[in-house]
């Protein structure tokens, strides 16, 4: 296997200094060139072939099937967000024109969004393609006409090389100005912070640990001057069964939740880590049910050693917290860097009293809550820390007999789910990938679907430019034809 070497200050420093003067050429490319270059890496990145999958199989345990259908995912991500590039409707063009009659008069005021600058990413350890050098941060910020800089997950840093060299290969295609796109790599921490710290760095994308996103968002608030830092940092997912529905489905809901939990090794950021219930009947029928599909799956090899470890030692501490129970786990011994599928079980009392049995455990565990009445599982949802996801297994009669528990859980999550599952994130517009703090830094934003590519753009007025200096995206004759908002009425008509 390759080795790669951190990169040195001074290797870094030159990226920079070279993605900051690409930044005052790229900015000004068209939406068009911009797309053009995404479908492209998207081309090149099938054109790396069978190599590309081997690779990756190598560096992560992961199956074959499954990284082809994630690059063909990436792929997907790269062109769907280069056909929202083009649109346009990410820029919120506002176009407010002048009113002499007015007193005083209105000028002409014309908004929309403009690129930051470079973009540092951190690829993540648990998707080598659709979350790390070509998914979707960098998409985005393409997208947004922002340089990136890549910092490879040491994890499968041979595949972040190759995919990198496609984008390289991209670029020259396109005649994209040279520093458009860097790779690095460093396993330390001194080239995460010197990324992040550089002045030319303008914004940073990442998803991984709450650990490693909280120390990137702090340094970035400690410069002189702060940037904004887009970390997802994983979530428990909590999924709460309601009373009618769990006389009507609790061994269905059952068997379809293990089915969540277990897969891909339960290493996804929507693992349902928690399930929450009231005391009763169904409920013990649900527990009983999913520990007996548990125990029928086999374990399965974890995407490297660093992740395995950290998973045996995170499910031993929480099954050693008082008043946990084993309920049940795979009946089959793990061999290497496995991880064991697990179901555990608490009290509503012994998890508001124990802070432990709310954090992630990352891998095939769950975590089942009896809670003893609505009351108390009112109290547990308020002291819930912010999911990427919430999921209700219930009726409509459950919905709104219980109006409170469903508004104190919408306030916790990104998405809200309803008899679902939270695996799965689908790549659309309407899709929001992010929530509350610490799932992610700021809620405001989603890691997957275009409107993603507002995270590296920022608000410009332009008041009484002349046409003719205006960004095409403003002028009186809308040559982009995109949707503008003008004088308060969303059209594509020209002034």
């Known amino acids: 296997m390759t080795m790669f070497k951190d990169a040195a200050e001074q290797e870094i420093d030159q990226v920079m200094n070279l993605a900051w003067q690409a930044f005052h050429q790229y900015r000004k490319y068209s939406l068009k060139d911009r797309a053009k ?55 919120e063009a506002r176009i407010d024109t002048a009113n002499t009659a007015k007193t005083p008069p ?17 690829g993540a350890s648990n998707f080598p393609f659709a979350y790390s050098t070509a998914g979707g941060d960098t998409a985005c910020a393409l997208a947004a006409g922002c340089p990136v800089i890549v910092k490879a997950h040491p994890a499968h840093a041979q595949t972040s090389e190759m995919v990198a060299q496609a984008i390289l290969k991209a670029a020259a295609r396109c005649n994209m100005p040279n520093g458009v796109f860097a790779h690095i790599h460093g396993a330390s921490q001194e080239v995460g912070k010197a990324l ?22 702090d340094w970035a608030n400690q410069r002189k001057e702060p940037i904004p830092v887009f970390s997802e940092m994983g979530s ?58 548990i125990k029928a799956v086999n374990p399965g090899t974890m995407l490297h050693p660093g ?67 609505k009351n108390e599982l009112l109290e547990v949802v308020r002291h819930l820390e912010g999911q990427l996801t919430a999921t209700l297994m219930a009726t409509e009669n459950d919905m709104i007999a219980n109006d409170e528990l469903v508004e104190a859980i919408k306030d916790i999550c990104g998405r809200f789910i309803v008899n679902g599952v939270p695996t799965g994130v689908e790549v659309c517009l309407s899709m929001h990938h992010g929530g509350p703090f610490p799932a992610t830094t700021d809620s405001r ?22 046409d003719n200096l205006l960004p095409d995206e403003l002028k009186n004759g809308n040559p982009l034809n995109i949707w503008r908002t003008v004088n308060d009425v969303l059209t594509k008509d020209s002034l």
Not at 245 to 265: D, F, P
Not at 320 to 335: C, G, L, R, Y
Request: with cysteine; hydrophobic share 40%.
């Open 37 to 91: 270059f995404m479908r492209s890496i998207a081309t090149e990145l099938e054109n790396a072939g069978d190599e590309l999958i081997q690779t990756a199989m190598r560096e992560t345990n992961l199956p074959e099937a499954r990284l082809r259908g994630e690059r063909a995912r990436t792929m997907f991500q790269l062109t769907s967000y280069a056909d929202a590039c083009e649109r346009g409707e990410w820029l």
């Open 106 to 122: 209105k000028p002409d005021i014309r908004k929309m969004l403009i690129p930051l600058g470079p973009v540092v990413v951190f």
């Open 196 to 217: 992040v710290t550089h002045p030319y760095t303008k914004a940073v994308g990442f998803t991984g640990s709450y650990l490693g996103g909280r120390a990137l968002f």
């Open 236 to 293: 428990v997912n909590p999924v709460f069964l309601f009373p009618e529905k769990m006389k009507q489905a609790s061994v269905e809901i059952a068997k379809m939740y293990a089915g969540s939990i277990t897969l891909g090794v339960g290493q996804f950021c929507t693992n349902p880590g928690l399930i929450f219930g009231i005391e009763s009947e169904e409920l013990q029928q649900f527990i009983n049910t999913l520990g007996n599909e």
């Open 307 to 373: 992740i395995a470890k950290n998973y045996v030692e995170n499910r031993a501490k929480a099954l050693s917290q008082q008043q946990v129970q084993n309920i049940a786990e795979s009946d089959t011994k793990p061999t290497a860097n496995q991880g064991v599928p697990t179901i555990a079980s608490a009290t509503g009392e012994a998890f508001l009293n124990n802070p432990v049995l709310h954090q992630e455990v990352f891998g095939p565990y769950s975590l089942v809550i009896r809670c003893k009445d």
């Open 445 to 466: 934003f989603t890691s997957v679907g275009a409107d993603g590519i507002k995270r590296f753009a920022r608000p410009i007025a332009y008041q009484n430019w002349s």
